[in-house]
């Protein structure tokens, strides 16, 4: 009786696998090409990447892989948070910049340090107190939030602490091959250096550094801190000139049709040397329009929603990778792209690039600024298509 029901039980599990295979699941089909897999594989993934399983016609060529997810990332985890990054390693595309995320607990601590590379960083969510001094020993002290963004040039120490909510952030470095593994650490430095010259450099007896860490902290859980002119040393310098944080969703955004955009870089963060930003927010069927960088690769994050780029290499060369919240994607230095809201609510991601300046090309705009008579050349258009396109750059817009 219990052999029966347990192959009752298998029967319907197998009718139940054929009708979702049947009815739900996704198969590489398109009119009369392609078949169905029989082998092993990955639904869920296959759900989520439709233009990948069965790619536009338009796609052609061999592409570099220019997507790669933080789901995948190895998860440091510590006491006061965790951090997983994007590297080189993970996208070996990605070679200008790197990206790590992080979380840190109420109180929690990724402990002084500094980089060889500059950092730059965009709070996903909660809020932190950042601290940093110059070489000529101004001091920075500030609280950021939701939607602030902070940058630290190459050398500068700085430290990071979650607030009363915690916090989550992006960690953008201005090298691909960085990791968030390999910084310099005020505990690894005093773990790592004799006693006896500790002493000598601080004027104290060697017994002061007994009860020092023995090894790299990296991030540990303290307490939340009070205000900040309660948490200052007694003995100040003068602040930094040039503030290393920027309120970047307070600022106006450029507003189309099809969404909004927020710009920083050096124009308007004067700290911000080496890596430039746009934070993007494209409604229900809109469209970031097609258009390329002239100056440096892009590299991306996506914060919310769903959406799919194709990127465009040259040489009859194009794929289209699809994307949602916690995606990284990259392009190549010039290519052309677009990227395209997929799902019913606002997609929102940020473009990063190593760059004093945000610098972009539409193609639109250069089409309405081209004689007309040369596009219907290239392209036979109608002279009532060419008519039409606007002269103003629109870096969202809506197809449906």
Not at 117 to 142: C, H, L, M
Not at 249 to 261: A, F, L, Q
């Amino acid at each position: 009786m219990k052999n029966y029901e347990n192959n009752k039980a298998d029967t319907n599990m197998n009718n139940n696998m054929n009708n979702c295979s049947n009815h739900n699941v996704p198969q590489p089909r398109k009119e009369d090409k392609g078949g169905d897999i029989w082998g092993a594989r990955n639904i869920p993934r296959d759900l989520q990447n439709p233009d990948i399983l069965v790619p536009p016609d338009t796609d052609h060529g061999t592409m570099p892989n220019l997507k790669f997810s933080y789901s995948d990332s190895h998860m440091r985890v510590e006491h006061g948070g965790w951090s997983r990054e994007v590297t080189i390693r993970e996208m070996p595309a990605a070679k200008e910049l790197a990206g790590v995320n992080m979380h840190l607990e109420p109180g929690g601590v990724r402990e002084l340090h500094w980089h060889k590379e500059a950092e730059w960083s965009f709070i996903i969510k909660g809020s932190a107190r950042i601290t940093a001094i110059n070489p000529d020993g101004s001091y920075f002290v500030d609280d950021v939030k939701e939607g602030d963004l902070w940058y630290f040039p190459s050398g500068i120490p700085h430290s990071i602490k979650g607030l009363s909510e915690g916090v989550e952030f992006i960690l953008v470095f201005d090298d691909g091959s960085f990791s968030e593994n390999s910084t310099f650490s005020i505990t690894d430095w005093f773990a790592h250096t004799p006693k006896d010259v500790l002493a000598a450099n601080f004027g104290v007896c060697e017994k002061a550094f007994d009860q020092i860490p023995k090894q790299e902290v990296y991030m540990y859980q303290g307490e939340v801190p009070g205000p900040i002119i309660q948490e200052l040393p007694k003995d100040l310098n003068d602040p930094v000139k040039e503030s290393f944080s920027y309120k970047l969703t307070e600022n106006k955004p450029i507003e189309t049709d099809g969404g909004r955009v927020w710009i920083a870089d050096s124009n308007n963060f004067p700290v911000s040397k080496t890596v430039a930003a746009a934070l993007v927010e494209v409604e229900p069927g809109g469209i970031r329009e097609l258009h390329w960088h002239p100056n440096t690769d892009e590299w991306q994050y996506y914060l919310e929603g769903q959406g799919r780029m194709t990127v465009f290499a040259s040489g009859g060369k194009a794929r289209t990778y699809d994307y949602r919240a916690g995606d990284v994607g990259y392009v190549p230095f010039a290519m052309g792209h677009y990227i395209q809201n997929t799902g019913d609510k606002p997609l929102k991601f940020l473009e990063m690039f190593k760059s004093d300046h945000f610098a972009d090309l539409s193609l639109t705009q250069w089409m309405s600024q081209t004689p007309p008579h040369l596009l219907k050349e290239h392209l036979n258009f109608e002279d009532s298509f060419i008519e039409k396109l606007p002269k103003e750059k629109r870096p969202n817009v809506k197809y449906k």
